[in-house]
């Protein structure tokens, strides 16, 4: 297994579960904490998400970065426990494809307003996919009063691949960052697979540090790990922290190498009017 060396010293990070993100704003777990084993059916919906990754289209927005990446909408209604996926808009070349806003966290594109291709429809009922989602979801209910408010999804499946030695591919935004929205925006992330690469280091950092890199000497960093094993993960609070996923390279074996993960960003749903 690989192990990432943090970037300011030893810095693993509080520990797992919802009383590190409360006390600490991020936390870290892997499948255990999921109570998930990836066997039978949920092996076979692991497999499904990762077909679906491996045929990502190329972020439209970020061309020679080798990032690939679809998103779409959901909304849960805490007081019925509904979830639903809202539809996207028809696209001649995607099917369908959702609006995605990145806030003023990205200081590459601030305020910035983009069309993303959705989800393919099969993938929605997968009950994997679903059962991450509302694990998530059970994590902001049980800090936040949010039972009688709409909750807000973004779902996004992002794979940064690289072909031959020497490419690279970079996240987005590339450096340590915040998502922006209110104080109730968390962000989650599912490692789905990776397969001959190094790097993809996650730092977890303070609010000061956005718009730096890890290694600055300024930068004040609270953790830095690296996703492994399927399903191992981390969520953020997102005014509490900043944070950000370093580029990956290809591996020593052969063949092309990949790191896909699902993230989920959720906050309450505001009004327009």
């Known amino acids: 297994m690989e192990k990432a060396e943090p970037p300011h010293g030893d810095a693993a990070g509080p520990g797992e579960g919802g009383d590190a993100l409360r006390e600490h704003g991020f936390a870290r777990y892997g499948a255990e904490q999921l109570g998930i084993t990836l066997t039978g059916s949920a092996a076979r919906d692991l497999a499904g998400i990762r077909e679906v990754c491996a045929a990502l289209p190329p972020d439209p927005y970020a061309a020679g970065t080798n990032r690939f990446r679809r998103y779409s909408h959901a909304v849960y209604l805490p007081w019925k426990d509904e979830l639903s996926w809202i539809p996207g808009t028809p696209d001649p070349v995607h099917g369908t494809v959702t609006d995605f806003s990145q806030g003023e966290g990205d200081p590459g594109r601030p305020r910035a307003r983009r069309v993303l291709p959705d989800l393919p429809e099969g993938l929605r009922g997968n009950a994997l996919l679903v059962r991450l989602l509302r694990w998530d979801i059970e994590q902001v209910l049980s800090l936040r009063d949010l039972g009688r408010r709409p909750l807000w999804a973004g779902v996004h499946l992002i794979r940064l691949g690289v072909d031959h030695p020497g490419q690279v591919a970079v996240s987005s935004p590339d450096c340590l960052h915040q998502d922006g ?37 300024w930068a004040d960093v609270h953790a830095a790990f690296t996703l492994t094993e399927p399903l191992d993960g981390y969520a953020v609070h997102d005014h509490r922290v900043s944070h950000y996923v370093g580029p990956v390279r290809s591996g020593s074996g052969a063949g092309p190498g990949e790191r896909s993960v699902l993230i989920v960003g959720l906050a309450p749903y505001v009004p327009q009017l």
């Open 181 to 217: 929205g209110s104080a109730s925006t968390f962000t989650f992330a599912h490692l789905i697979s990776r397969t001959n690469v190094t790097g993809g280091q996650s730092v977890i950092a303070t609010p000061g540090s956005a718009g730096l890199q890890p290694e600055d000497p």
